[in-house]
């Protein structure tokens, strides 16, 4: 990095700017001589800071209580970050639902909707679903649509950055979609769309079974599993976009699909009938041998698609999520199987956000990319190169 010169004030304030709000953001209200103490800058800087930000709307000041007023004389002025400035939106777009969760500034969650949508839905009717389902949400929580300053995306396919799904079989006219234009139109801010398993791993590692590992596989087990994987702390795409696609590994010779080893009857289950996936997982539970010799036969394939991860990245932890996160059981045969094929046996364990994993780290995405322009002087998980 260049040295910073005289010619550089607008760098220089934005720089304090981020400093500051990042010192007001870690606490409940901070008087001036806290923040200067905490941040270094001088007191008119800070102060400085402090009324540009109000007027932003992002600093506001605290009112001092009648009380501590009158024992004390006047009261030092105290500010906090205002969380409530602005709304973040994180939607996921899966096969049999959409969902939302919406937040605060500060990551906090407000509300939460989600409504059905039939597999067999083309992509228009789906993403009308998606609006539906923000419109009650925003309602609910009284939160205008122009409150809302980023909105992130967990959608199934290989994504391009600007959020076109190059690559997408699990949704009808998915493939090709401009999925990232599309939903502006309706959002007028930023839109980041990401895959569903990088938006879940991203959500494991901030507050699920992931919380405190920087080198993380996340595996979507299905009939068609994908991955999403953080490496020295930063979600890896790929070079396209691509990584974690495990579902193609039966095209390297690895076997029969995965609907094809659920199938109790001969007859290959249809890969989005997670209906027929629940009833073979239950008919194991009752002690069916031929649902059982089916699940047995998953759990393998499930683990040698992992271990090539595994083998691969060489993760701290291997989180499981997805419906197959639901199964008795499916630790330790992958704890022992994976002993078997790695070279050093990761950490394995259950999502922690279950069905809301995706969504809460679409939130991330739309957290992260706020973060970003407000206190710059930090490195996001999820930003892209």
Same mark, same amino acid.
């Given at each position: ?9 607008? !760098?220089?304030? =934005? ?34 800071? %402090? &009324? ?25 002025? +105290? ?17 049999? =639902? ?23 839905? #083309?992509? $228009?009717?789906? !993403? &009308?679903?998606? +609006? ?6 925003? +309602? ?43 939903? =502006?139109?309706?959002?007028?801010? #930023? ?12 959500? &494991? ?56 080893? !659920? ?9 989005? $009938?997670?209906?027929? %996936? ?9 002690? $069916? ?45 992958? =704890? ?9 046996? #990761? ?10 994993? %995706? ?7 739309? !957290? $992260? ?7 710059? %002087? &930090? ?7």
């Amino acid at each position: 990095m260049g040295r910073m010169t005289g010619g550089d004030p607008s !760098l220089l304030r =934005r720089i304090n700017s981020a400093v500051v709000l990042h010192a007001l953001r870690g606490t409940e209200c901070a008087t001036l001589t806290e923040i200067t103490r905490v941040t270094g800058l001088s007191r008119p800087t800070v102060e400085g800071v %402090v &009324e540009g930000q109000i007027e932003a709307g992002l600093v506001v000041e605290v009112a001092a209580e009648e009380g501590a007023a009158r024992r004390q004389g006047r009261p030092a002025r +105290r500010f906090r970050f205002r969380a409530e400035a602005g709304y973040l939106l994180g939607l996921e777009i899966g096969s049999h =639902r959409v969902s939302a969760v919406l937040s605060d500034l500060d990551g906090r969650i407000l509300g939460t909707a989600q409504k059905a949508v039939l597999a067999s839905a #083309p992509a $228009d009717e789906r !993403l &009308e679903r998606l +609006r539906a389902t923000v419109a009650d949400l925003l +309602r609910r929580t009284g939160v205008s649509r122009q409150g809302v300053r980023a909105v992130g995306v967990g959608s199934p396919g290989i994504v391009e950055a600007d959020g076109t799904v190059r690559l997408g079989t699990a949704l009808p006219e998915w493939t090709g979609l401009e999925l990232g234009e599309r939903l =502006r139109r309706s959002f007028r801010c #930023p839109v980041l769309v990401e895959n569903d398993a990088n938006t879940a791993a991203v959500a &494991e590692h901030w507050k699920g079974a992931a919380a405190g590992s920087d080198d993380v596989v996340y595996v979507m087990a299905g009939l068609s599993p994908g991955a999403g994987s953080l490496i020295g702390g930063r979600l890896h795409r790929g070079f396209g976009g691509a990584a974690g696609e495990i579902g193609a590994l039966h095209l390297l010779g690895r076997g029969e699909t995965p609907e094809t080893l !659920l199938s109790t009857n001969g007859e290959p289950l249809h890969p989005l $009938d997670e209906q027929a %996936v629940a009833a073979v997982f239950a008919d194991a539970r009752d002690g $069916d041998a031929q649902a059982q010799a089916a699940l047995d036969r998953f759990v393998r394939r499930l683990v040698h698609d992992v271990a090539a991860l595994v083998l691969a990245l060489d993760p701290e932890v291997v989180v499981i999520g997805g419906w197959a996160a639901g199964l008795d059981g499916v630790l330790e045969p992958l =704890r022992k199987e994976l002993a078997r094929y790695c070279l050093r046996t #990761p950490r394995v364990a259950l999502s922690v956000l279950g069905e809301a994993a %995706v969504a809460t780290g679409a939130l991330r995405l739309a !957290l $992260d990319h706020v973060e970003e322009q407000l206190f710059a %002087v &930090e490195t996001t998980v999820t930003a892209r190169r």
